[in-house]
């Protein structure tokens, strides 16, 4: 079965300062990972994905993902946040089971950037 | 072009009345998904299906009923809902189904309230 957990709930930052939000993964098979971004009232928006080309996996709107197979990780970074930032960001997983293809949602992570 | 479109953007509806939720995309895609979401939750899934065909229902209660009339269109139909059905309502599709590493594009959601 596959899962994925997003520490925290809610991350502020100033403009300026490094994003980092969590997300690890529990999965039986190897992962497929993806990172969307919700702004308000909107529907969902792919940052990144890894499909195990690269480890390092750059996305749109300056975010990269790191892929930690140790760790079982796949933390969302950004050098610099900016006031459009400020988001939720749901990390997923591809579901390897009976219904491949569907994505297993964390919980979210409502991102505030402070001026 | 990766656009997903939804209508309508907004929809009130009483406890008898029978709507229609319409989604549509012209990506060739063969995969087309119903979540619903509430305020602060990840989306969950509802209905996938795969080259117009209903392959995953999850549960959903029959007050809810999708339709698929041709590859390019998904339809939510909606009859004597409740209060708590009120929500975003967001459709997605992705090019094949059941291939994990595919990338679901969501559309922008119809916002939901049952009076």
């Known amino acids: 079965a596959q899962s994925v957990t997003q520490l925290g709930s809610h991350v502020s930052v100033s403009e300026g300062a490094l994003v980092l939000l969590r997300c690890n993964y529990s999965?039986?098979?190897?992962?497929?990972l993806f990172w969307y971004v919700q702004y308000p009232n909107q529907g969902l928006q792919l940052l990144l994905k890894?499909?195990?080309?690269?480890?390092l996996v750059k996305g749109i709107n300056g975010f990269e993902a790191e892929f930690k197979k140790s760790e079982t990780s796949f933390h969302l970074t950004k050098p610099s946040a900016h006031m459009s930032d400020a988001a939720e960001y749901f990390c997923?997983?591809?579901?390897?089971?009976?219904?491949?293809?569907?994505?297993?949602f964390g919980k979210g992570t409502k991102l505030s950037v402070k001026p | 072009d990766t656009e997903v479109t939804q209508t309508p953007k907004h929809l009130v509806m009483g406890m008898t009345n029978k709507k229609s939720l319409k989604c549509e995309q012209h990506?060739?895609?063969?995969?087309m998904y119903w979540y619903k979401q509430k305020a602060k939750k990840p989306p969950e899934l509802m209905f996938v299906?795969?080259?117009?065909?209903?392959?995953i229902n999850e549960s959903v209660p029959s007050r809810f009923s999708p339709e698929c009339p041709n590859s390019s269109l998904l339809n939510l139909h909606l009859h004597a809902l409740q209060p708590e059905d009120s929500a975003l309502y967001l459709c997605?599709?992705?090019?094949?189904?059941?291939?994990?590493?595919?990338?679901?594009?969501f559309g922008p959601g119809t916002r939901l309230l049952v009076l």
């Open positions: 997605a599709s992705s090019q094949a189904p059941g291939r994990r590493q595919e990338t679901q594009y």
């Open positions: 999965s039986s098979v190897p992962p497929y």
């Open positions: 890894y499909t195990s080309a690269a480890t």
């Open positions: 997923a997983v591809s579901d390897g089971g009976g219904s491949q293809g569907n994505l297993i």
């Open positions: 990506m060739g895609h063969r995969a």
């Open positions: 299906y795969s080259y117009e065909k209903l392959s």
